[in-house]
């Protein structure tokens, strides 16, 4: 990603299909792990911030031998 590169917002499923998460595990990442909470986005709308939350968890997710 280029440093003037907008940076994007993602929902839910475009976050579950990136990381290969289920939505529990997700959810006890952001309560005790490395995942970043979610930004209020309206008030009853919560999303992530692309470039902040899925570099973090990458940094952190075990590699897959697979």
Avoid: H
Avoid at 35 to 50: G, M, S, V
Avoid at 55 to 60: E, L, N, V
């Amino acid at each position: 990603m280029t440093d003037n590169a907008p940076d994007r917002i993602l929902r839910l499923n475009a976050v579950l299909d990136r990381t290969g998460l289920s939505p529990a595990t997700l959810y006890r990442e952001i309560q005790g792990g490395p995942f970043l909470r979610q930004l209020r986005i309206a008030p009853r709308k919560f999303d992530w911030q692309q470039s902040v939350a899925l570099k973090r968890w990458k940094k952190t997710a075990p590699s897959s031998s697979v």
